[in-house]
């Protein structure tokens, strides 16, 4: 098993206690790979955070070491990511564990990777709400949900609420406090589909 846990963002990024049920569930079966990138800090936090260190950890230095992974790998598990996308054209087999994008956007027919839908709802968003990236607003970072905002209010308000920012520096805040749809991931749910499709 294969896990692609980051993605360039805190909403599309595996959340640590998932990655360690994984970890736990399946060690004992199966050969654990993690692939991580020592340039993101959501990567270097997940790696201080694992609970077995005897996973295989891979931090490929390029593209193509990359590529080559996901070719070579036999089970991937993905949030929204590059990978994800890379793995459903070559025909890879795996789960995908979706958030805030819809698994029929990001998988467009491809019947290779299965997916474990979410169904986060609040008061102010409901999953999938199509987010990417946290986004400021009033001088914070968030999504709807944390700012307790629906996207029908946000357009009507008027540019100057919303700023650019560098929402980098508040990932690893997200990663630490995942946002509603992240935070709600069924596990039990998400084994039984890995053990209904490995």
Known sequence: ITLFPISKSPIRSLPIFLINKIISQYS????????????????NYIKDQLIQKSCK????????SLLRIIQNIEFGIFPDSGPLHVAKILGKRGVLISTSVSPAILLNNFKNIEFLDNHYSSANCSSPCGL???FNFQNKPGCFDTHEIGIEQLLKLNNNSLQRGNLKENYLYFIKKPVGCV????????????????
């Open 28 to 43: 004992n079966k199966y050969k654990i790979e993690i692939i991580l990138d020592e340039n993101s800090i959501i990567s």
């Open 57 to 64: 950890l891979i931090t490929p230095k390029t593209l193509d």
């Open 132 to 134: 990417t990236n946290i």
């Open 183 to 198: 935070n709600n991931i069924n596990i039990d749910n998400l084994i039984n589909k890995i053990n209904n499709f490995i």
